[in-house]
């Protein structure tokens, strides 16, 4: 383990405002009435729609949240280039939490994501986490997509279920979690030691890099170990939302062998 260098600034959350406190989707929304729909000011449904949406104002009618009928077209206008399912609903603020109360509750396992800046990814890397058990995701506060509809959308409602964390250092935060017993393994096409030959300690940190350019170096020499996902074809990468995926699933393939090790208890589920 690698000495700690002094704590670092407090993170601030990710602020509210212009489309960052929008939902679009019907999963995103659904998911949100069930975790906490006092959080949720109006929910704006466009006329015409059945499915999904239906399901979505009738359960907004039950929790209390106004429901506003509009055309198509105003929902487009709210979420330009997004699938909206005839749903928008409008919430409180984005769900971010403070690093360190974050850190105060020790979970067994947390995503760390090295300034990825596509939404998609980090909805998609946000859904794999929550399906793994991870207990958060830890980004750095510039140079990273911000916790936008496009993010919720791709988390398929996992944005309103996995604690983000903003910090000001992505290093001295692996730092802070050095201290707290943590282990910051990294994902690195170039190491040498596979992830299905890699034994995933007690409490650790993954690290994935962002799209296109992996892990910075900086972050790569803060790792305690790097491994690499095997790649048997002419294509030398994966997406890093793939990537990640891989990595968590070997980490929950080694805890179905003891259930309930390293804070995960395997159930089954479908795909959504």
Request: proline share 7%; glycine share 10%.
């Amino acid at each position: 383990m690698h000495e700690r260098a002094g704590r670092g600034d407090r993170p601030q959350s990710a602020p509210a405002g212009g489309t960052a406190d929008l939902l679009v989707g019907v999963n995103p929304i659904l998911e949100q009435l069930r975790r906490d729909p006092g959080a949720l000011r109006r929910l704006l449904v466009a006329r015409g729609t059945h499915g999904g949406a239906t399901r979505v104002a009738a359960a907004a009618r039950r929790a209390g949240v106004a429901v506003e009928y509009a055309d198509p077209e105003r929902l487009r206008d709210l979420a330009p280039g997004l699938v909206h399912q005839g749903v928008v609903a409008w919430r409180e603020e984005a769900p971010a939490v403070d690093w360190h109360d974050l850190l105060e509750r020790r979970p067994a396992c947390l995503l760390a994501a090295d300034q990825v800046t596509d939404p998609r990814n980090l909805g998609a890397l946000l859904r794999s986490a929550e399906a793994t058990g991870v207990g958060g995701v830890v980004v750095p506060r510039n140079h990273s997509a911000r916790l936008t509809p496009a993010v919720g959308k791709a988390s398929a409602g996992a944005a309103a279920l996995v604690p983000v964390a903003r910090v000001v250092n992505l290093v001295r935060a692996f730092e802070e979690l050095k201290r707290a017993g943590y282990w910051v393994v990294g994902l690195d096409g170039a190491a040498p030691q596979s992830v299905f030959d890699f034994v995933f300690p007690e409490l650790c940190v993954v690290v994935v890099g962002g799209e296109g350019r992996g892990l910075r170096p900086l972050t790569r020499a803060h790792c305690d170990h790097l491994i690499s996902i095997p790649m048997l074809g002419r294509i030398t990468s994966l997406n890093v939302s793939t990537a990640a995926a891989l990595a968590l699933y070997e980490r929950v393939r080694q805890a179905v062998r003891q259930p309930g090790v390293n804070g995960l208890t395997p159930q089954k589920s479908g795909d959504k």
